[in-house]
């Protein structure tokens, strides 16, 4: 596997489960994130992991909860959500501290839909 | 907050030219990105600019005029493979990165 993994791609759930969306970099990165992508709306930034500890919530409701265990797995986990909440999860992570321009990489996100 | 303007929608023929603009008010500055995102795909880096000028890679070029808070992405002999959307993003002074809304470029035949 190479790159930014995530699953599942797909995922329909009702307001009241409880589900979680995984993430996995095998790039060596140092950084990953979570961004938020609805129709015609800029990538919403959720969440930042730097060196596993959170550096960045971006006023995101509790519903969504995520867990950083190590520097290669980032998760989301999904709780009591609303249909608002359907839209491109994305994973990204990139190389930060370094000179350069620090570019993202992003996995092909999941497809979240609440019913 | 930040404001990263780019088109909604552009549609040029096969072996054009398409030229993506984009606008930016940020707090500070710290580079201006731009990925290609096909759909049901992963964003993929295309180009980054941090100094004025023009940025050329193939048949892709990315432009940054600093002063004017303009940025644009030049797609140059379009192949059908180009239709996808543009993302803008620009990395503020505290090293924050925002995405425009992404231009759709749709290439006709």
């Known amino acids: 596997e190479t790159g930014v993994t995530q699953t599942p791609r797909h995922l329909v759930m009702g307001m009241t489960n409880k589900k979680s969306l995984k993430c996995e970099q095998h790039?060596?990165?140092?950084?990953m994130y979570w961004y938020k992508q609805s129709a015609k709306k800029p990538l919403e930034l959720m969440f930042v992991?730097?060196?596993?500890?959170?550096?960045e919530n971006n006023s995101v409701p509790s519903r969504f909860s995520p867990e950083c265990p190590n520097s290669s797995h980032l998760f989301l986990h999904l709780h009591t959500l609303q249909p608002e909440d359907s839209a491109l999860y994305l994973c990204a992570s990139s190389q930060e501290g370094t000179s350069g321009a620090n570019v993202l990489t992003f996995g092909a996100g999941s497809r979240l839909t609440v019913l | 907050g930040q404001n990263i303007d780019q088109p909604t929608e552009m549609t040029a023929t096969e072996g054009a030219i398409v030229q993506i603009n984009c606008t930016y008010q940020?707090?500070?500055?710290?580079?201006l990105f731009w990925y290609q995102q096909h759909a049901g795909e992963a964003p993929t880096f295309l180009s980054y600019n941090v100094l004025d000028g023009l940025e050329e890679k193939g048949r892709f070029s990315s432009f940054l005029s600093r002063s004017k808070g303009y940025s644009y992405l030049l797609l140059k002999e379009l192949q059908m493979k180009d239709s996808a959307s543009y993302l803008c993003?620009?990395?503020?002074?505290?090293?924050?990165?925002?995405f425009g809304a992404g231009t759709t470029v749709t290439v006709r035949a």
């Open positions: 992991y730097s060196l596993e500890e959170r550096v």
């Open positions: 940020t707090s500070g500055f710290n580079g």
């Open positions: 993003a620009v990395r503020d002074g505290d090293y924050k990165l925002s």
């Open positions: 790039l060596g990165h140092n950084a």
